[in-house]
C-alpha cells in the first residue's frame, strides 16, 4: 500500500491563527523535492531561452560576416542537445520514479512513527504549514479531531527529509 497525501490542501487554526496547510506523506514529499532539484538542475544547464553568448559574438570577431555563422552554428547545436536532454531526462524520470517510490516507501515503513512540520510564509506573506508523515504508522496514530496536537508530539528534525533527498 501506498498512501496518496501529496499535498492534500487543509485550512486549520495553528499556532492561534488560520492557516492554510498542505499534508503530505514523506515518500511524495521527498520524490517531489527529488524531482524539483532535478528540473532545477536541468534548466540551469539547459534552460528556456538561449543563453546571451549564442547571439554574440566575441569583440575579437568582425561583427557582420560572423554574426550570422555564429548564431546559427551554437543555436542548433544548443537546440539539439538540449532536446536529447529533454527526452532521455524524461524517459529515464519515468523509469527510474517507481523504482525509487517503492524502495523509498519500503524503507520509510520499516522505521519509527514520526511527523515533520514546515512552516514558511508564500510570496504574498500568508502563513503556510506543511505537514508530513514519516510512513503508514504514522498516519494511523493522527487522529483528526486531534490532528495538530497528534502531529506536534511526534514532531522530528527536517534535516532528516533533507537527507533522503540527497539520497535518492
Same mark, same amino acid.
Given at each position: 500500500?501506498?498512501?496518496?497525501?501529496?499535498?492534500?490542501?487543509?485550512?486549520?487554526?495553528?499556532?492561534?491563527?488560520?492557516?492554510?496547510?498542505?499534508?503530505?506523506?514523506?515518500?511524495?514529499?521527498?520524490?517531489?523535492?527529488?524531482?524539483?532539484?532535478?528540473?532545477?538542475? !536541468?534548466?540551469?544547464?539547459?534552460?528556456?531561452?538561449?543563453?546571451?553568448?549564442?547571439?554574440?559574438?566575441? =569583440? !575579437?570577431?568582425?561583427?557582420?560576416?560572423?554574426?550570422?555563422?555564429?548564431?546559427?552554428?551554437?543555436?542548433?547545436?544548443? $537546440?539539439?542537445?538540449?532536446?536529447?536532454?529533454?527526452?532521455?531526462?524524461?524517459?529515464?524520470?519515468?523509469?527510474?520514479?517507481?523504482?525509487?517510490?517503492?524502495?523509498?516507501? =519500503?524503507?520509510?515503513?520499516?522505521? =519509527?512513527?514520526?511527523?515533520?512540520?514546515?512552516?514558511?510564509?508564500?510570496?504574498?506573506?500568508?502563513?503556510?504549514?506543511?505537514?508530513?508523515?514519516?510512513?503508514?504508522?504514522?498516519?494511523?496514530?493522527?487522529?483528526?479531531?486531534?490532528?495538530?496536537?497528534?502531529?506536534?508530539?511526534?514532531?522530528?528534525?527536517?534535516?532528516?527529509?533533507?537527507? $533522503?533527498? $540527497?539520497?535518492?
Amino acid at each position: 500500500y501506498i498512501n496518496q497525501y501529496n499535498g492534500e490542501h487543509l485550512r486549520l487554526f495553528y499556532g492561534s491563527r488560520l492557516v492554510y496547510a498542505r499534508l503530505f506523506s514523506a515518500l511524495h514529499y521527498i520524490l517531489n523535492h527529488v524531482k524539483s532539484v532535478i528540473e532545477d538542475w !536541468s534548466h540551469d544547464r539547459y534552460p528556456y531561452q538561449l543563453p546571451i553568448e549564442l547571439y554574440i559574438p566575441t =569583440t !575579437s570577431e568582425p561583427q557582420s560576416a560572423v554574426r550570422s555563422t555564429y548564431h546559427h552554428f551554437n543555436s542548433a547545436n544548443y $537546440q539539439s542537445l538540449k532536446n536529447y536532454f529533454q527526452q532521455h531526462y524524461s524517459s529515464w524520470i519515468e523509469e527510474q520514479y517507481l523504482n525509487w517510490m517503492f524502495e523509498l516507501n =519500503t524503507q520509510l515503513n520499516h522505521q =519509527t512513527a514520526a511527523t515533520y512540520i514546515i512552516e514558511y510564509e508564500d510570496e504574498f506573506g500568508i502563513p503556510r504549514v506543511d505537514f508530513i508523515c514519516k510512513n503508514e504508522n504514522t498516519l494511523r496514530m493522527i487522529r483528526p479531531a486531534h490532528f495538530v496536537e497528534d502531529m506536534r508530539q511526534m514532531v522530528s528534525s527536517t534535516d532528516y527529509l533533507d537527507h $533522503q533527498v $540527497q539520497q535518492v
